[in-house]
C-alpha cells in the first residue's frame, strides 16, 4: 500500500519500522521542525525523521499542515492512506479526505477513554488495570474519529509511563499493519465511538509532578510511577528539588504531619501521607545522580521529624 506517515515522537518510530519492514510503500514522512535541545541549544531531529533519513525516505517538516503548498505536496504524492502516529498537529478536511483509505491513527489508550495528549501516563496515574491501543479513522475532533481495531493490554502491578510506552507502542506498531491489511481485503469494520464515555489524558507538564503528600500514599505512588520517566514526581528537601523514582505503599497510620519523614533505618525513609505512609525507594537530589534509598541515606543525613515539600 501507498502510504504518507504522520508522526514525531519515539513512540512512532516503532510503527513507522513495520510499516517499511512489512513491505508498504512509505512515500514520505511529515514531522515537526527540528527543535533546540540541551544547554547548547543545537537543533535536534524528531526521531521519526532519524528513521526517515535511514531508509532514503523523503522528508517533510511543515510548521502548519494546513499551508497551501504542503497540502499541494499531498496531492501530487496521492497515498493510499496516510498512518498518523503522535504527530503534534490536527489535520484539516482537505487532507482527510484526500487517500483513498483517509486517514488511520494509532492511539495508546482504549477510546473513548483517554482521548488527548498523554493517555499513556494518565492510565498509570490513575490506577487503570487494563489499557490499549485503538485504530481509528481520523475526523476533524480530537481523537473522535470511528474506531478500526483494538487491542488489550494489561497493567503490571509496578508499571510505570517508560514501560507502558514501550508496551503500546509495539502493540500499536502490529495492530495498525493489521489494520491496514483489512483495509486493503475490504474487511476492515468501523465503529462509532460513545462520546458520552469519553475522557481527557491533558498534557503533562512538571508542574504536575509536584508531589502533594496531604494526598494518600496510593495516589502519590501512582503518580511517581506515571511520571516516570517524564516529566518525574518530586518534592523539596534542604531546599534543593528532590525527584522520586519509586515508592512504594506502607498502609499502616502513625503520628505527625503529611509530608514528614516519620521513620528512617540503613534501608527505608518513611513519610506520612494523608492516608498511610510512603516509602522512598530511589531518589533524585538536584545535581546528583538518582540513588537506590540506602545509597541515598549513606550520603545525606535526613532524620525522623524532617518535613519533605
Known amino acids: 500500500m501507498r502510504v504518507v506517515f504522520m508522526g514525531t515522537p519515539d513512540f512512532a518510530v516503532g510503527t513507522l519500522e513495520a510499516i517499511i519492514k512489512a513491505g508498504h510503500q512509505v512515500e514520505a514522512v511529515v ?40 497540502q499541494q505536496v499531498l496531492e501530487k504524492i496521492n497515498p493510499e492512506v496516510i498512518v498518523v502516529v503522535a504527530f503534534g498537529q490536527i489535520l484539516p478536511q482537505s487532507i482527510l479526505s484526500l487517500p483513498k483509505y483517509g486517514c488511520i491513527n494509532v492511539h495508546a489508550s482504549l477510546l473513548p477513554k483517554y482521548r488527548g495528549a498523554a493517555p499513556i501516563q494518565w492510565a498509570v496515574i490513575d490506577g487503570e488495570k487494563e489499557t490499549g491501543v485503538t485504530t481509528m479513522l481520523m475526523d476533524e475532533g480530537l481523537d473522535t474519529g470511528d474506531m478500526l481495531k483494538k487491542v488489550v493490554v494489561p497493567l503490571e502491578e509496578k508499571e510505570t509511563g517508560g514501560s507502558l510506552f514501550d508496551k503500546l507502542a509495539q502493540s500499536g506498531a502490529e495492530l495498525l499493519l493489521a489494520t491496514l491489511e483489512e483495509l486493503e ?14 475522557t481527557y489524558a491533558k498534557m503533562l507538564d512538571k508542574k504536575l509532578g509536584k508531589i502533594d503528600f496531604s494526598k494518600s500514599a496510593e495516589e502519590i505512588e501512582r503518580l511517581v510511577r506515571g511520571l516516570n520517566p517524564w516529566p518525574s514526581a518530586y518534592t523539596t ?20 504531619a503529611v509530608g514528614e519523614v516519620v521513620e528512617v533505618n540503613k534501608k527505608e525513609l518513611l513519610v506520612k501521607t494523608g492516608k498511610g505512609m510512603l516509602s522512598l525507594k530511589e531518589l533524585q537530589l538536584e545535581g546528583k545522580k538518582r540513588m537506590e534509598i540506602d545509597a541515598f541515606l549513606r550520603g545525606n543525613q535526613i532524620e525522623a521529624g524532617t518535613k519533605l515539600g
Open 31 to 70: 514531522t515537526q521542525p527540528d527543535k533546540p535541545k540541551g544547554r547548547g541549544k543545537n537543533m535536534q531531529f524528531p526521531p521519526v525523521k532519524e528513521v526517515a533519513l535511514k531508509y532514503d525516505i523523503p522528508v517533510y517538516q511543515p510548521v502548519k499542515v494546513k499551508e497551501e503548498a504542503f
Open 185 to 198: 481485503q475490504g474487511t476492515c469494520t468501523r465503529t462509532k465511538q460513545d462520546h458520552a464515555l469519553s
Open 237 to 256: 528537601y534542604n531546599g534543593k528539588t528532590l525527584k522520586i523514582w519509586d515508592a512504594d505503599v506502607i498502609e499502616r497510620q502513625v503520628d505527625g
